[in-house]
Structure formats: C-alpha cells, structure tokens
C-alpha cells in the first residue's frame, strides 16, 4: 500500500513529461511551417506550397539559380536561416535519448 502515491507520482511526471515533449516538437513543426509559407508568400517563383515542410538546401539553390542576377533580399536569407535552425534543432531534439522515445510515440519523424 505504500508504493501506491510513488507508483501514481513517477507515472503523473511521466506523463507530463511526454505532453510537454510532444507539445514542443508540434510547435517546431508549426513553426518551420510558417516559415516556409512566408518564404513561399515572398517568392512564390519558387513553387513552395503554403504548409508544407520543405527541404531548406534545395530552396537555397532555387533561389541561387532565380537570382543570378538579381540580389537575394536580406528577408529571405533571415527566413531561410531560421528554417534551417529550426530544421537542425528538431532534428537533434529528436535523437536524443528520453525524446526519441516521445517522437517513437507520438509518430514524429525527422524534418
């Protein structure tokens, strides 16, 4: 009868613990969504659907190749920097040990 509260609070925090993860990789991916439909709302040469996920190399060498004679605007540097932070913070976030079991769970994958 006296493990009962440890049993109950380890599993409580457990479970906190799991919401909290989760609730932070959903932003990530919310996040590096909108960035990318305001990368597509500023160039929409590139032919960058609204929400979805994007690979941020293949963007860069878009924008290389559209803008060889034109300068790229500091905007889009600034917005395709942060996806690419964004992009290599979920991923790491996602191989580490206690989150990965989160990410097992929860059904995330790597951007």
């Known amino acids: 009868m006296g493990f009962i509260p440890l049993f109950l609070t380890a599993s409580a925090a457990c479970i906190l ?21 305001q990368l597509a709302l500023a160039h929409p040469e590139l032919g ?34 942060a ?6 913070q979920f991923n790491r976030l996602i191989k580490k040990a206690p989150y990965n079991w989160v990410a097992a769970f929860g059904g995330f994958k790597a951007i």
């Open 48 to 81: 960058i659907a609204t929400g979805e996920l994007v690979d941020p190399e293949k963007i860069q060498q878009a924008l290389k190749n559209e803008a060889t004679q034109n300068k790229i605007p500091q905007t889009s540097i600034e917005l395709l920097r």
């Open 83 to 88: 996806i690419k932070v964004n992009q290599y």
């Open 17 to 37: 613990f799991f919401l909290t993860v989760r609730n932070s990789m959903r932003a990530k991916l919310t996040l590096q969504r909108n960035l990318a439909s």
